[in-house]
């Protein structure tokens, strides 16, 4: 996309109100970046911030022709903003990490050097999560052996988004045009050879998580449904169950019944049996609506994303 030539590494980074961490961000990936020697650019894709994030990327872009800035109309979510980041990315191997700093640069050293052994997908393991909450610490921890279980890809446990993708993987998942995206799914969907470098994920360097628990429910559902038909597979497992048993009840309270027995009478029991299948009827509804939207929203076709501008390093030189 960008219109100058090719360069060895680009470090994609979404940014959404991270304005505290970019001056330390920005000499932290040049120190590591220089030090390996050889050309390279820094991707900073401002996902729609409004505390003057803006006016950081657009002054470093500025001075420094390496770095490279994607504007965003809006705010799209850290996903997408990984996604243009992949598009606009020229390099042969491509580092995505976050602003903040959980993702300390130094790391990438390592990465570049399993890279240069020939690995095509080498991915940040977390050895320790320093200053996040048990809560965030329980989740993650149950949400990767709940997703490995049932999604149809193994997504290495304790990996974030934090890796290094080489070209060819990159041009395979810029060919990925899903909109409800797991990027971390995606790249162990495809494959390669793939490996994972454990390193201490930091606290964050300033400012506040743009991660409540709404964001990530939803990144929960969209790896769960992006990878799986478990959801909906429940539903029939559910149905088998209650039919099985029903099946074996009616004949055992008919002859109760006849019987004489009194142990069934009564709205509890008609009332207890209705509500149960309603509810579980609904969940099923709901479950089937994550999917049918999933397919409405791709059937809409729209452009992942909306990039107010992405000005060349030469452009903005000219315009200053
Ligand atoms: N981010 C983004 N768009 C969003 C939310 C987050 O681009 O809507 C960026 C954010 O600036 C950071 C990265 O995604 O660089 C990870 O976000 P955060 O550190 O808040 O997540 P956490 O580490 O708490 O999971
Ligand atoms: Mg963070």
Redesign the pocket.
Known sequence: MASKGSVTFSVA??????VESLPELYPRICAVMDDLGESWELIL?D??SSDGSTNIIRSLAADDERVQPVFFAR????QI?ITAGLDHSRGQAVVIM???L?DPPEVIIDLVAKWREGYEVVYAVREEREGETRFKKLTAALFYRLINRIADVNIPIDT?DFRLLDRVVVDTLNRMRERHRFPRGMAAWVGFHQVGVPYQRAE?FAG????PLR??IRLAINAVTGFSYFPLQIAIYFGFICASVSALAIPIVIALRLAGSQAFLGQATTLIAVLFLGGVQLISIGILGEYVGRIYDEAKGRPLYIVRDAPDANDIKLKK
């Open positions: 980074i979404p940014v959404y109100n991270e894709i996902d729609g705010n799209f979510g850290h903003a976050d602003a903040d959980q974030g964050r506040e998580t743009k991660y964001k990530m």
